[in-house]
């Protein structure tokens, strides 16, 4: 019988406090660059609200995850061995579907490894440019004296970012619910 991998109680609630930030911040992220009741927000100034706040809580999520990470020492879990980069070849095979076969992992298998740790820096740079383009003005001498960095650029890169950030949450929300739904009830505390 398979050891069952269950997340603690503090960790469910940290990734779904998490998960609903990021959804806030994609839709309301996408009202504030193309006006639409499309992105489930009536006017502007709900969404720029419902912006700030889900990004200070994805912020605080974020920050409680690594210290829990560390303090528990579970980021191990989250660290690339040869051993996923020999694997990558066959969960790749099962996810194009050249395979019927799901590999099994301990914990993470090395796709979800890779994109948890490259939410990790892009979160950051996310949070740092949210900023910069919140109090443009403050930070205007920043634009005035790089000759590489301006509002616009930095628009486009949060924008590019965000995009993404779309992408690997759209790909995660459809490998959960397609998958192993047994899975999710450990995300879930059944």
């Known amino acids: 019988m398979t050891k069952v991998h269950r997340h603690p109680r503090w960790a469910r609630i940290i990734h779904w406090l998490h998960t609903i930030s990021m959804l806030v911040l994609i839709f309301s992220g996408f009202y504030i660059t193309y006006a639409s009741r499309a992105f489930l927000f009536p006017n502007m100034r709900s969404a720029r609200l419902g912006h700030f ?6 912020t605080v999520t974020f920050i409680a995850r690594i210290y829990y990470n560390v303090a528990e020492r579970t980021y191990k879990n989250y660290l ?4 996923d980069l020999r694997e990558f070849p066959r969960l790749a095979k099962y996810y194009l579907f050249f395979s019927e076969e799901l590999p099994t992992y301990a914990i ?15 979160l950051l740079v996310q949070a740092i440019s949210g900023w910069l383009l919140y109090d443009s003005i403050r930070f205007q001498p920043i634009w005035l004296s790089s000759g590489i960095l301006s509002l616009n650029t930095l628009r486009t890169f949060h924008y590019l970012v965000a995009i ?9 929300l459809y490998l959960v619910l397609t998958e192993d739904l047994e899975k999710l009830k450990y995300m879930l505390g059944k």
């Open 80 to 83: 690339i061995a040869k051993a």
């Open 108 to 122: 993470f298998n090395p796709g979800q490894k890779v994109m948890y740790l490259a939410w990790q820096p892009l």
């Open 164 to 172: 993404l950030f779309t992408i690997t949450t759209a790909v995660h």
């Open 53 to 58: 706040i889900a990004a200070y809580i994805i």
